[in-house]
């Protein structure tokens, strides 16, 4: 089963910018659609965005759109979050997790140990 590690996170000020990124290994990065979830403290897990395999396919929440770039280097089995114009709401550790599916957001599977992202105010 596909293994992930999240990094890059840290402690920014509103309006910077940050690039996650998810390193995979174990079973095959390719064979995987892709997103990145995110929880802040207190709150229920909330889906970001996700990318299919080949990641022609890219979907976000609204709260991220025109903000958060979700993307894919299949070659080095890492998956990327850029992160623009950062707001303090968005402060939460974020997640990145794998799919063979795309229709359910609960179908992600193999969740990285979620990397933090501080957004100061």
């Known amino acids: 089963q596909v293994q992930l590690v999240e990094s890059g996170g840290g402690l920014v000020q509103t309006g910077d910018s940050l690039r996650l990124s998810c390193a995979a290994s174990?079973?095959?990065?390719?064979?995987?659609?892709m997103g990145w979830f995110r929880q802040a403290p207190g709150k229920e897990r909330e889906f970001v965005a996700r990318?299919?395999?080949?990641?022609?396919?890219?979907s976000y929440t609204d709260s991220v759109k025109g903000r958060f770039t979700i993307s894919r280097d299949n070659a080095k089995n890492t998956l990327y979050l850029q992160m623009n114009s950062l707001k303090p709401e968005d402060t939460a550790v974020y997640y990145c997790?794998?799919?063979?599916?795309?229709?359910?957001?609960?179908?992600?599977?193999?969740w990285g140990p979620g990397t933090q992202v501080t957004v100061s105010s």
């Open positions: 990318i299919n395999w080949s990641g022609g396919i890219t």
């Open positions: 997790a794998a799919t063979t599916g795309w229709d359910s957001l609960d179908d992600f599977h193999s």
């Open positions: 174990g079973r095959a990065f390719i064979g995987y659609n």
